[in-house]
Structure formats: C-alpha cells, structure tokens
C-alpha cells in the first residue's frame, strides 16, 4: 500500500472552518504540494468562500459534510466552542485512514475520538500565524489512533509553514501559550518599542521599521548563532552604558515576571476552555443548535 505521507499524490485536503488559522494551513499545503483541486475549505458565509476561492482557487462550501466526504485529511480549525457540533456533524462522513487534523487550542485528542468513529487517527497541531509567511512554528501530537505515517502526513501539510515540532499532549497547553499566542505578545513588544521611539522623537514609520528590524534581527542572530539570549543580552550591555540603563527600568517594571504571568494565564485559560467543553458526546439525534447551547450555558461564554 503506497504511504501517503511519502507518495507524489496526496490526499484530498478538507479545511473546515477557513478563518485565520484555517486559511494559512491551507495557504501552507498548497505551498507543500497539495494542488487547489485537491482542497476544499468550509465556511459559513457566501463572502468569505468567495474571497478564499479568488485568492488560492480552492474549492469552497458551507456543507462541512459534503466536504469531509473522500477526504484524507479533514482539518479542524473553528473554535473550540463550535468544535462538538461540527464533529457531531460530519463523523459519520469520515471515511477508515482518514487523519483529522486539529489546530484548536485546548482540547485533547480524546475529545475527537470519542465523538468520530472507532479508530480514526486524530493529530493535534498548535501552530501560530507566522506561518503565512512560512516562519511560523507547529507543534504536534498524535491521538491513540495516529500512527508514524499520520504524523508524518501532517508534517508534510506544514512543511512549507516553517518548524514543525513533535511534542508530548500534555505539553500542549504550554506549546499553546508559548508560541500559538506568542506572536501577539512579540507584536505587542514591536508596538511598545516603536511608541518609545516616536516619545524620542522618531518619526512613526522610522520607529516602527527600527522596532521590527531589531526584533527580526535579534531573533535571527539566536537562530544562527544558538547563543542563549542572556548572554547575547550582556554583549549588549556595555559597562556603565546605556542598555544597562534601560534593561534596569524594565526589571522595575516587573516585566520579566508580567511575561510568567502571561503564560500562566494562557496555559489556564486553554485548560479552562476545554474543561468548560468536556463531557460525554451529544446523544444520536441531537440537533447541532442543541448540542451548541448546551457547551455555551457550560462556559457562559462567547469563546
Ligand atoms: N489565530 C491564531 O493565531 C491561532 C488559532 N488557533 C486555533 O484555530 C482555531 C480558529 O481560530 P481563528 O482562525 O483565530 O478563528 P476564526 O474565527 O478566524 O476562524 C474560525 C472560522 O471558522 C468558521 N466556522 C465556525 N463554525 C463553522 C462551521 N460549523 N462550519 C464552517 N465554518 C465554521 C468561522 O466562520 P465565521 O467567520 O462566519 O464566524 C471562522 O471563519 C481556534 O480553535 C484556535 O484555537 C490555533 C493557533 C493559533
Ligand atoms: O487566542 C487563541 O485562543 C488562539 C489560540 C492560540 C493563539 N490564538
């Protein structure tokens, strides 16, 4: 049997739920291979399937079920609110060897498979939106059912997105707050620095180009040097100078231990959203609209 994960052909890719995070997994598998009629993406607006037919050529439709039918690859990328009566939906469509594919944060690979059928291989991915321009990273765990040849399938979907990295499920929730959300707390610090600037005077647009080339810059040197950021931020900071100057603000301001905080707090609220979602699957016959009130009044939330 040819394995998919190696072969020239690949299996027809299923995105459903083509926001954000569903978009640049799509972007990335074409850019790995997948060709645009190998691709289909689920949305629920007519607008927002226009918009990524015109600009990847993929098929699109709001019928998840229709498209989840002959697919390999079926990704989840809604919202961990919307993830249970989606599956509710579209599990008896999931064909034997299918690999479902979830990029949402929080919940297990547990919660899938006790709602597809018996034995489908489920892969959990937590990537991050650099990948669009394929400098993202994507970290990935296998549900009881993956196998080497799964993971390896969705290896290959993301090669073009950046580093994929295999780490154990229950470090997802840290992988999660770490660099799924990292690239907003980056974007947040890239915002700070060019606000100092235009306080120094700097116009915005010099600021701002300053701010991002330095944080693109600093990030490439560890990269390639594998220096530890410590010791790179010594060879900055001259004796008596002006970097030690600053970085002693930043230690009065508590900003390393904000950045702890943080995460403490990303990795509680991804617990927290998939506790709020656990529980035994929606009964057979369960409308979708049930299934989804019933996950709203548990988190009493719009997540
Ligand atoms: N954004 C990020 O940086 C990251 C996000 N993720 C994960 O990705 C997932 C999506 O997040 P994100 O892309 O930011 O959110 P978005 O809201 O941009 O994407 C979700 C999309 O799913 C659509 N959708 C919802 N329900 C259905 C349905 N039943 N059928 C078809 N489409 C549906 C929504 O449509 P509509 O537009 O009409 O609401 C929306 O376009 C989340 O689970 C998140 O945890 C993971 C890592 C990073
Ligand atoms: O904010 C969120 O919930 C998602 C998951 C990781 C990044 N964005």
């Known amino acids: 049997m040819t394995d998919p994960s190696t072969s020239s052909t690949v299996p027809r890719l299923a995105v459903l739920g083509a926001g954000v995070m569903g978009e640049t997994v799509l972007a990335g598998a074409l850019a790995s291979g997948w060709r645009p009629a190998?691709?289909?993406?689920?949305?629920?607006r007519a607008e927002r399937g226009d918009e990524l037919a015109a600009?990847?050529?993929?098929?699109?439709?709001?019928?998840?079920?229709?498209?989840?039918?002959?697919?390999?690859?079926?990704?989840?990328?809604?919202?961990p609110k919307d993830v249970a009566a989606l599956l509710d939906e579209v599990s008896g469509a999931v064909g034997a060897g299918t690999v479902v594919v979830s990029v949402v944060v929080g919940l297990p690979t547990s919660f899938y498979e006790e709602r597809l059928p018996a034995?489908?291989?489920v892969v959990r991915v937590m990537p991050n939106t650099p990948s669009v321009v394929g400098a993202g990273v994507s970290a990935v765990s296998r549900g009881s059912a993956a196998d080497d040849a799964d993971v390896a399938l969705v290896e290959r979907l993301l090669a073009a997105t950046g580093l994929v990295v295999?780490?154990?499920?229950?470090?997802?929730?840290?992988?999660?707050?770490?660099?799924?959300?990292?690239?907003?707390?980056?974007?947040?610090?890239i915002d700070a620095l060019a606000e100092a600037g235009v306080l120094l005077g700097l116009t915005r647009a010099t600021a701002l180009e300053l701010a991002t080339a330095?944080?693109?810059?600093?990030?490439?040197?560890?990269?390639?040097?594998?220096?530890?950021p410590a010791i790179a931020r010594e060879r900055v900071s001259s004796p008596g100078g002006t970097t030690v100057a600053a970085l002693r603000r930043l230690d009065a301001g508590g900003v390393r231990a904000a950045f702890?905080?943080?995460?403490?707090?990303?990795r509680d609220r991804s617990v927290e959203l998939a506790a709020a979602l656990a529980g035994p699957p929606a009964p057979p016959g369960a409308t979708g609209d049930e299934a989804r009130a019933s996950g709203d009044e548990a988190r009493g939330t719009d997540r």
């Open 260 to 266: 702890l905080d943080a995460l403490e707090a990303a």
């Open 38 to 44: 190998d691709v289909v993406a689920t949305v629920r």
């Open 119 to 121: 034995g489908t291989a």
């Open 214 to 228: 330095t944080v693109h810059g600093a990030a490439t040197m560890l990269r390639e040097t594998g220096e530890h």
């Open 166 to 189: 295999r780490v154990a499920e229950k470090d997802q929730d840290a992988v999660g707050a770490l660099s799924g959300s990292g690239p907003a707390y980056v974007f947040y610090v």
């Open 55 to 79: 600009r990847h050529g993929v098929a699109t439709t709001r019928d998840n079920v229709e498209a989840v039918r002959g697919a390999g690859v079926v990704v989840v990328a809604v919202k």
